[in-house]
């Protein structure tokens, strides 16, 4: 028994957190499903913290896909960059697009082949800083890498946030 999501939230110097568990909606009707549920709803009640669950029909279905199209890119150690190629392949896109947005695609192709990486490595790199909010998208919008791309960096305030 987990708590898919135990999220804390600030706003206007306001600290509260909600836990949350995800279930497809089928298995709602579950009734083992929600014994599990009436155990984990108690103990966060016990410890003052809004508790709820989660369903597909909660979410829209494009920010499902971007959250899963995204989620593989949180962390990227494994996929054979240090951290100064991360750098500077981020220093040159983010050049580019501050200048003239245009196709993240098409930034991460030149940057690519100007600074000698592999072919879809300044992509991962892009989706990496796409994936820990360092560049922010609108999920609640279908993601095309190959449509205009205007970037927009975290703000420092927003940084010691997250």
């Given amino acids: 028994m987990t708590t898919d999501f135990v999220v ?3 706003r206007d110097g306001r600290h509260w957190t909600q ?12 009734r083992r499903v929600l014994e599990k549920f009436e155990v984990e709803r108690r103990y966060w ?9 989660v369903t597909e029909l909660n979410i829209p279905a494009v920010m499902v896909r971007n959250i899963d199209l995204f989620r593989v890119y949180r962390r990227i150690d494994d996929r054979g960059l240090l951290s100064s ?10 050049a580019k697009l501050r200048n003239l947005p245009q196709p993240l ?9 100007i600074l000698g990486y592999p072919p879809g490595g300044s992509l991962v790199v892009a989706y990496h800083f796409i994936a820990t909010r360092e560049w922010q998208i ?7 890498p190959n449509k205009i791309f205007i970037l927009q960096e975290r703000k420092a305030c927003d940084a010691a946030v997250h």
């Avoid at 009640?45 to 669950?53: F, K, L």
């Fill in 45 to 53: 009640e016990t410890r003052g913290i809004d508790w709820g669950i």
């Fill in 138 to 144: 609108n999920f609640n919008h279908p993601f095309n």
């Fill in 105 to 113: 695609s098409i930034v991460a192709s030149q940057c690519d082949e």
């Fill in 8 to 10: 804390t939230m600030t």
């Fill in 19 to 30: 836990a949350r568990t995800g279930k497809p909606s089928q298995q709602l009707a579950s």
């Fill in 85 to 94: 190629d991360i750098a500077c392949i981020a220093a040159f896109m983010s």
